[in-house]
């Protein structure tokens, strides 16, 4: 198959590494997975049953205080919500558009400094304001989810923290996703304007991880339909059945899996194990906390 290509030759040559910038899984998360793994046949033999997973979705914008009325505009976080409302619909998960909040603030519009949590491996507040942002905002229950979107995220692009098992209500704050506003639908990230970073973003927020997760050691993403490859960009391009970074394991890189991080018009599938992954650690960590 020939590798499509979305983008001008002169764009291909950006970095995409530090794309995502999640940290580790707790390992009370992977515990819940081993423990779990032989639920994901079950859950693929009762795709389409009743039990959907519903999700409401709040949006947080935090704006220069200079920046015009249009970024980050609620037509686009609306545009945005219905591509992943869209997506996930066909996982069997139900997103509804919560509430959409607007930070009018120059300090808070840029995470400067974020910070790794040790003990759990997770990114925390990089100062008080931030902090007291985040627990003013994320509101509701463990099942809500929090999107955050920031003029600039220095260092990455993107990310959230895992599902943690057994987190306590006053951590609650911690669990979100965060993103730049230029990777926003219709926004200037080179590859990354069609709203598919969120989707990946929201897919560790249900317990995914990347499919280059490991390389081609270990246990990689602990789900067997997504073949072992290492991280790499592929540049723009679309290389299906063609790109191959362990060749001594099975299969071929799946540049078109939303976990991979290859152009966003490039990725537009979440494999059956995924799939129930995402439901098994839902209902395990998040269902009714
Ligand atoms: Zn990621």
């Known amino acids: 198959m020939t590798a499509a290509s979305y983008l001008p030759q002169t764009l291909r040559t950006r970095s995409l590494d530090s794309e995502c910038g999640i940290k580790g899984a707790p390992s009370s998360l992977i515990g819940v997975i081993e423990?779990?793994?032989d639920n994901d046949l079950l859950y693929?033999?009762?795709?389409?049953?009743?039990?959907?997973?519903?999700?409401?979705?709040?949006?947080?914008?935090?704006v220069f205080s200079n920046s015009t009325a249009d970024t980050a505009s609620n037509e686009t976080i609306k545009k945005q919500f219905q591509i992943l409302k869209d997506t996930y619909a066909r996982y069997g998960i139900s997103l509804n558009l919560g509430s959409i909040s607007r930070e009018i603030n120059d300090t808070i519009a840029v995470l400067s400094v974020w910070n790794q949590n040790e003990a759990e491996d997770e990114i925390i507040g990089s100062s008080a304001e931030t902090e007291d942002y985040w627990k003013r905002t994320r509101t509701g229950s463990y099942e809500a989810l929090h999107i955050y979107y920031y003029e600039n995220i220095v260092g990455?692009?993107?990310?959230?923290?895992?599902?943690?098992?057994?987190?306590?209500?006053?951590?609650?704050?911690?669990?979100?996703?965060?993103?730049?506003i230029n990777v926003l639908p219709g926004?200037?990230?080179?590859?990354?304007?069609?709203?598919?970073?969120?989707?990946?973003e929201v897919g560790h927020w249900f317990g995914l991880f990347h499919t280059f997760e490991g390389g081609c050691e270990g246990e990689g993403d602990y789900i067997d339909d997504t073949p072992a490859q290492t991280v790499t960009s592929a540049n723009g391009t679309c290389p299906i059945g063609t790109k191959d970074t362990c060749p001594d394991l099975p299969g071929t890189d799946m540049v078109n899996n939303y976990?991979?991080?290859?152009?966003?018009?490039c990725r537009d599938t979440f494999t059956p194990g995924q799939y129930s992954r995402m439901h098994n650690v839902f209902w395990a960590v998040r269902a009714g906390k």
């Open 156 to 180: 990455t692009a993107a990310f959230c923290n895992f599902a943690k098992p057994n987190r306590a209500k006053s951590e609650y704050f911690l669990d979100a996703c965060h993103l730049r």
């Open 259 to 265: 976990m991979d991080y290859t152009a966003d018009p």
């Open 44 to 62: 693929r033999s009762l795709e389409g049953r009743n039990d959907k997973i519903q999700v409401t979705a709040h949006f947080h914008v935090a």
């Open 187 to 200: 926004g200037s990230a080179p590859y990354r304007f069609y709203g598919t970073s969120a989707v990946h």
């Open 35 to 37: 423990q779990r793994r």
